[in-house]
């Protein structure tokens, strides 16, 4: 059907408004269904159009510039404004499936047989077996199986399979960095009256703790009520103590067990030796008696070695060595006095003590406060051998004595204002260092580079020295602080190295992996260099004793009448020294030319 123009539903004059559709089925074809839907909406529910216009601007508000307000502006110039940029990033966890695992396993205990042999039957298995055995195919099949591992075998006897053919790789070159040294840390002692940080010891296998002793070691300068506690401390925590080791006199002198590293024994003031147990507590556990210790401040002490691991030496100034078990600290099990072997008798007072057991289980070496360093042996067969070399050249208290780790037999001493090395087997030191314009308070070998020690002055200055590269210098310099340093110990690692100041300061150090790290051929360098002075200074020996001999005979011959001179000649010496270099440079050669027609 058609719908008329006319037709319009939004001229519609009725109230409520018609859908056009509705509008279309009402013009239907004659005879249709006469079906009407019809929708009907109020028309204030269509909604209002918007309708838009010009329109000049209102005014709201005027606020007239206050010049009260404008002195009160600053300019900020320039402006700092932080913004973030990032993106939110959100964190989610989630578990994933969890599986279950079985574990099954199978037994196989004999197979292998034919169906016709019960393995169960010993008899009927020995019948097989001879049996096979006989046959040629079995024969030459262990023939041929056996040449093959006669040949695997050779070869396991002419090479070594687990030969490391590149070991010098695993060697990091650290000689072009430059040495140095970063500070990690500082302890302060806690009590108010300002001690000394005496001792120093590391934890056992562990760079985590440290025991420092602190002590008044001026005579006569210890004030009345003076803290008497010394304190183990954790390197993460500078702040307080992780403990307090308490004892009835100022610890000079503290060691920890190697063996057990939860046990402490340590010297005091009063001659006393203590030892504790951090799994016990604070105080001391057991304490030497009065009359049975030392008449003098203990300044030293080590731990031996022995079976039980409870024995420890001590020494002191009051001219005794003492040893002790930590099992029954009630008296010494053992007492040697250091005195002189000559007719003069004299008593030395012992300051410092060192023990090596690769050096000797029974052998110790302890310096003096005469500037003697006695090697001391507590096994000897005749008491009079107890004390053996007596080395003599400081001009002052040796204030160290270690041995070095890759050497035993060689040590490093410190005292007045040097520090040399010496040889067991000679009286006289291998190297001395020059003299220094303060005096040396300590020193220590590195446990992981056999050519470098430290050595810490009274001027408040740590040397580095590293043979490696300088003989005469140290390689490394560094100002700790002004009022001087007394001790100092390296961790056993080589990396870690702690220094303890006269103020009552331990200052903790990191040093480079050029002092720390250990270098290709490092100890065969070192042992070369000692054994090459060693040759030097008995060559010189014996051709100075052959000098006093033939002045000796010399002066017998003119019936006395002539002074004997008291030093070998200059050109004598530089003989000497020309015939030490001849024969260092030619071993084996024979004479030096020229010899021949002296004699």
């Known amino acids: 059907p058609r719908v008329p123009s006319s037709f319009s539903p939004l001229r519609t004059n009725t109230r409520h ?15 249709a269904m006469d079906i009407v839907s019809s929708y009907t909406r109020p028309r204030r529910d269509f909604g209002r ?44 966890e989630v578990n994933t499936t969890r599986k279950t695992f079985d574990t099954t396993g ?36 262990v023939q041929n199986l056996g040449q093959m591992v006669e040949g695997c075998l050779r070869q396991n006897n002419s090479i070594d399979v687990f030969e490391e053919y590149f070991s010098g790789g695993s060697f990091v070159d650290h000689s ?173 007072g012992g300051v410092t003590l060192e023990y090596d057991a690769a050096a000797g289980p029974a052998k110790f070496l302890v310096g003096t406060e005469q500037g003697a360093v006695l090697l001391c042996n507590r096994k000897a067969k005749n008491p009079q051998d107890r004390i053996g070399s007596r080395f003599t050249g400081h001009h002052g208290p040796v204030t160290a004595v270690k041995r070095n780790p890759f050497a035993p037999k060689y040590f490093l001493t410190a005292g007045d204002w040097t520090t040399r090395v010496w040889a067991e087997d000679l009286k006289v030191p291998l190297i001395t260092s020059k003299y220094n314009a303060s005096y040396v308070t300590d020193a220590g070998w590195s446990p992981t580079r056999a050519n470098v020690f430290f050595t810490t002055k009274m001027d408040g200055s740590l040397d ?38 006269v103020d009552g300061t331990t200052t903790l150090l990191e040093i480079s992996d050029g002092l720390s790290v250990g270098q290709a051929n490092e100890k065969a360098s070192l042992l070369q260099m000692l054994e090459r002075e060693t040759n030097r200074e008995k060559t010189l020996e014996v051709r100075a004793r052959e000098l006093r001999q033939k002045e000796r005979r010399k002066a017998e011959g003119d019936g006395g009448r002539e002074e004997l001179p008291s030093t070998a000649d200059d050109d004598e010496l530089a003989k000497a020294d020309k015939e030490f270099w001849y024969r260092l440079n030619n071993p084996g050669g024979g004479d030096m030319p020229g010899e021949e027609e002296e004699h």
Request: some cysteine; overall charge neutral; glycine content about 6%.
């Open 17 to 31: 408004a018609r859908c056009a559709l509705c509008n279309l089925l009402q013009y239907r074809p004659l005879g």
């Open 106 to 141: 199978m037994v196989h205990t004999e197979g292998g047989w034919p169906k016709d042999i019960d393995n169960k039957e010993v008899e009927q298995k020995i019948r097989y077996r001879k049996k096979v055995e006989k046959d040629e195919t079995f024969v030459r099949s």
């Open 464 to 501: 580095v020295w590293d043979f490696f590269y300088k003989h005469n210098d140290p390689v490394l310099s560094l100002q700790m602080n002004n009022t001087g340093l007394h001790t100092i110990r390296v961790q056993e690692e080589g990396k870690l190295l702690a220094v303890g100041g």
């Open 176 to 348: 072009s960095e430059p040495p140095g040294a970063k500070t990690l840390t500082v302890f302060r002692d806690p009590s108010p009256v300002a001690r000394t940080a005496t001792t120093l010891s590391w934890f056992p296998n562990d760079p985590k703790r440290i025991a420092v002793a602190y002590s008044i070691l001026q005579f006569q300068k210890m004030p009345a009520g003076v803290c008497t506690n010394s304190y183990v401390w954790d390197v993460n925590n500078s702040n307080h103590p992780e403990m307090e080791l308490a004892s009835s006199s100022p610890l000079c002198c503290l060691e920890y067990n190697p063996r057990d590293p939860h046990v402490l024994v340590g010297g005091a003031y009063n001659g006393i030796v203590a030892f504790w147990d951090d799994r016990k507590g604070s105080h001391v556990v057991d304490s030497s008696l009065i009359d049975k210790s030392h008449r003098d401040p203990i300044y030293k002490v080590v731990w031996l070695q022995s079976k039980t691991g409870t024995e420890c030496a001590t020494v002191s100034t009051d001219g005794s060595a003492c040893l002790w078990d930590t099992r029954k600290l009630s008296e010494p099990i053992e007492s040697l006095t250091l005195e002189s072997k000559d007719e003069s008798g004299m008593i030395y």
């Open 49 to 92: 159009p918007c309708c838009f216009s010009d329109k000049g601007p209102d005014l709201i508000a005027d606020i007239k510039p206050s010049r009260t307000l404008a002195k009160q502006f600053v300019v900020r110039n320039p402006v700092n404004c932080t913004t973030q940029v990032g993106a939110d990033k959100s964190e989610h």
